[in-house]
C-alpha cells in the first residue's frame, strides 16, 4: 500500500477517527507488507470510527 492509497482509504472518514494496527497471532519480520483497512463505527451520534489496519502475511497472501 502506498502513501497515496492509504490516504485514498483515509479519505471518507472523520479526523477524529482513532487508527489502531491490528496485530494477529502470526510471524512478522521487518520486510514490507501490504495492509487491509477495516473501518469499525464506535458512535453513531458522533460519528467516530476505528479504523483497523492488519498487515497481510506474506504465507497467508500466498495461499489466497
Not at 42 to 60: F, G, P, S, V
Amino acid at each position: 500500500m502506498t502513501k497515496g492509497e492509504l490516504i485514498d482509504a483515509l479519505r471518507d472518514y472523520p479526523d477524529r477517527s482513532l487508527v489502531v494496527i491490528e496485530v494477529h497471532d502470526t510471524m512478522l519480520s521487518e520486510d514490507l507488507y501490504d495492509f487491509t483497512l477495516d473501518a469499525v463505527e464506535m458512535d453513531m451520534m458522533q460519528c467516530k470510527y476505528e479504523l483497523r489496519l492488519t498487515a497481510i502475511n506474506h504465507h497467508e497472501k500466498l495461499i489466497t
